[in-house]
Nanobody
Framework: QVQLVESGGGLVQAGGSLRLSCAAS????????MGWFRQAPGKEREFVAA????????YYADSVKGRFTVSKDNPKNTVYLQMNSLKPEDTAVYYC???????????????WGQGTQVTVSS
């Protein structure tokens, strides 16, 4: 059984930082990309960032470029999302995802975590 377990969410003031972690287990993720999406109340799930298996390719939504950094530790099957200069509009549930293809739509991905809440107060 594949599991993606996110951690690190919470409440932070605008301008602050948080680091999300996602640990993958249950299968070999060799060759799989990993990524992050987010979903705010009443809105569709949107792409945030992704990283290739090798770590050589990273991809970001325009709204987070320069503020968020995605990284991974392959031996630990863990992906991270460092979020700096947080804004109230970053408030959402953040979901970790993994799959053989990297894409900007949720349907491109295979496995999903249950999400972690990030709330940024103004």
């Amino acid at each position: 059984q594949v599991q993606l377990v996110e951690s690190g969410g919470g409440l932070v003031q605008a301008g602050g930082s948080l680091r999300l972690s996602c640990a993958a287990s249950g299968r070999a993720f060799s060759g799989y990309g990993m990524g992050w999406f987010r979903q705010a109340p009443g809105k569709e799930r949107e792409f945030v960032a992704a990283i290739s298996w090798s770590g050589g390719g990273t991809y970001y939504a325009d709204s987070v470029k320069g503020r968020f950094t995605v990284s991974k530790d392959n031996p630990k099957n863990t992906v991270y999302l460092q979020m700096n200069s947080l804004k109230p509009e970053d408030t959402a549930v953040y979901y970790c995802t993994a799959g053989p293809r990297i894409g900007g739509s949720p349907g491109s991905w295979t496995y999903w975590g249950q999400g972690t809440q990030v709330t940024v107060s103004s």
